[in-house]
């Protein structure tokens, strides 16, 4: 049969190995596997460059909102996974092999990535829970291709899990590259079918274009314009909160919320909000010389509690005591207790972590925990400044024997988690959303959206507070900010 009589029947172009066998299918593999490989550097070097990580999220976070922006990065990522396709098509038509063994291409370079995955991921030491650093400069080299990507999904699922999207994404390009030699013979088989084909790659990037025009270009009613939007700040726990309002009720992106909100300590939030600096603050009630600095400035705070956290106390997941009483959490922190033998642990000394004065997480600690008992004087290693660097600081590796530390429950399980931290129960509670919730736990914390006395009721302030505590999309912002809604109790 000739060749034009094989492609009147309709039979596959690409033909059945050779008669060198199975060893000379592999060797054909190993060299196809090298084309392969310099495809994905090429591609990885063009998309990097091209895209430019940075600019291709924030250049365009500031002008489309969340499903404008999903409609660019999935047609990025359409476009990728095309030409890593049409590396595979390629290889298949070329190699004129089977299917099966044009596949054996793709596996040494996809294997790579959880390889180098896993390395960075154990050099973490779960001190860099989250994707980024140093420690991860492998990994996001070798998927170069998909850093908009990682930078674009980190704003919307929790940073710990980033990394595992970023393992996932090691497979795609392989993914794709088998798609594309695996419909060759499919696609050959009839003018029909590579039509169809055609059509399905047309309408992916078409359905796109509609998604984007319709979330780009039809209005929307925001209670707020950006340009009179409250001037909000607040505790750093709060700044999830903060990004879930300026979302809600001015139409920020969460990719623009990044930069849109930005938040100080608690002390600097009442500062800020008594020099009329700020128009209503999200933070833990204020300290003995916050009240002192409103009364000096003829100030009065009002305090309209919205949401409940929890204050937890953290120590190594490697650490064998699980819980203490608060009896014990004050000897501790008194410096009546020194050593973990004294609570049910290791023969060790307690290395007992404090906050900066006036932050929100020292001034619960002062008020609520100890109530009224003095805190030792830490040393100055033992001050830690900034509630991520306190729990970074138990995560390390070397002090898994040592230490103990506090934070409120919604940043440190989820905005700062980290994988070799634990919470402690206290008094046999452990801390949950329904222990936090029924008040079952003992250190539940209540945030607060605090405003100045006088202002106009209806100001900015006066109108973003009364959809929080009135309405159920306030509700359900402060849910979503990571607090237990007071609201839901007033009902």
């Known amino acids: 049969m000739n060749d034009k009589d094989e492609a009147h029947d309709g039979r596959s172009s690409v033909r059945p190995p050779s008669r060198g066998g199975i060893a000379a299918s592999l060797l054909a593999a190993a060299g196809w596997a090298i084309v392969y490989a310099l495809v994905y550097l ?3 070097i063009v998309a990097g460059i091209v895209s430019d990580a940075h600019a291709f999220t924030r250049g365009a976070a500031g002008r489309l909102g969340d499903g404008a922006l999903a409609a660019v990065h999935l047609f990025y990522l359409f476009a990728i996974g ?37 390395f960075c991921y154990r050099s973490s030491e779960g001190a860099m829970a989250g994707f980024g650093g140093f420690v991860w400069f492998g990994y996001m080299a070798y998927a170069f291709w998909a850093a908009p990507l990682f930078d674009y999904v980190r704003h919307y ?12 994404a090691s497979f795609v ?7 594309g030699a695996a419909l060759v013979p499919w696609a050959s088989r009839s003018r029909a079918r590579k039509l169809r084909l055609a059509g399905v790659i047309a309408a992916v990037p078409a359905a796109l274009a509609v998604c984007f025009a319709l979330s780009a270009f039809l209005p929307r009613d925001y209670l707020f314009e950006r340009s009179a939007y409250p001037r909000v700040d607040g ?7 903060g990004k879930e309002l300026a979302h809600r009720l001015a139409g920020v992106s969460r990719p623009e919320a990044e930069m849109f909100v930005r938040f100080n300590t608690t002390h600097q939030a009442y500062v800020h909000l008594i020099e009329n600096k700020a128009d209503i603050i999200f933070a833990a009630g204020p300290s003995g010389e916050e009240r ?13 509690p919205v949401g409940k956290d929890a204050f937890v106390f953290l120590v190594h997941r490697d650490n064998p005591v699980n819980g203490l009483s608060v009896g014990q959490i004050r000897d501790i922190y008194s410096g009546a207790v020194s050593n973990w033998n004294q609570v049910g642990g290791d023969d060790a000394e307690i290395a007992a972590y404090q906050r900066d004065p006036n932050s929100g997480s020292q001034t619960y600690m002062e008020t609520k925990v100890m109530a009224g008992a003095k805190l030792a004087e830490p040393p100055m290693e033992r001050r830690i400044y900034g509630m991520g660097g306190l729990i970074d600081t138990v995560a390390a590796y070397s002090n898994a024997r040592h230490s103990l530390g506090y934070s409120f429950y919604y940043f440190a399980n989820e905005m700062h988690k980290r994988e070799h931290v634990k919470f402690l129960a206290v008094n046999g509670v452990d801390c949950t959303k329904d222990t936090i919730r029924s008040g079952g736990y003992p250190f539940t914390a209540v945030l607060y959206a605090v405003t100045r006395e006088g202002d106009p009721e209806d100001g900015p302030a006066a109108r973003m507070l009364s959809w929080i505590v009135s309405s159920e999309d306030g509700r359900k912002a402060i849910e979503k900010g990571g607090f237990i809604p007071i609201v839901e109790e007033r009902e």
Not at 162 to 168: D, E, G, S, T
Not at 292 to 304: F, I, P, S
């Open 157 to 168: 699922v929790p940073d710990f899990t980033v990394k595992y999207i970023a393992l996932a």
């Open 292 to 304: 002192r600095l409103a009364e000096q400035r003829g100030v009065r705070l009002k305090l309209t």
């Open 82 to 118: 095309l030409l890593f396709a049409a590396a595979g098509c390629g290889i298949a038509v070329r190699s004129r092999r089977r299917t099966r063994f044009v596949l054996l291409a793709f596996v040494p370079l996809t294997l790579l990535g959880p390889i180098v995955w896993t």
């Open 173 to 179: 390009p392989a993914a794709f590259a088998a798609a």
């Open 42 to 44: 090429i591609v990885s």
């Open 235 to 241: 505790a750093t726990a709060a700044v999830p909160l």
